[in-house]
């Protein structure tokens, strides 16, 4: 239950940044709800085989990289997913850093990062 909250969230998350940033298109809620499952599984099983190949590049940056590493993620999905368009590398990093901002919000109000005993 808590992944599909989750998954929800992200999906409206995916819609709300992208109606806030010029350079990101989604065609429907439905391509919102794909483009979360994408990010999911690539959250999961691509990032962090990145991260531990780019280790030393992230370590001395101090960990800035994760973020060139997360628009690496959403240039992935915009190419697994029709009808989600990123511009270009900037436009996805920045929506990287928006996505997460805005998901943890809306987790935030919804109460579903608490932890349950």
Known sequence: MN?????IITTLAVILVSYILPGVH???????LIVACIL???NTIIKPLLVLFTLPLTIITL??????????IIILTD???DGFAVKNFGVALL???LLSITTS???M????NRNNP
């Open 40 to 42: 999911a599984f690539l």
């Open 105 to 107: 919000v809306l987790e």
């Open 26 to 32: 989604v065609d429907s809620i439905m391509t919102a």
């Open 63 to 72: 960990g800035l990289f994760l973020l060139v590493i997360n628009a690496i």
């Open 3 to 7: 992944f599909i909250l989750k998954l």
């Open 95 to 97: 929506f990287s850093i």
């Open 109 to 112: 109000l919804s109460g579903s």
């Open 79 to 81: 190419k697994l997913v």
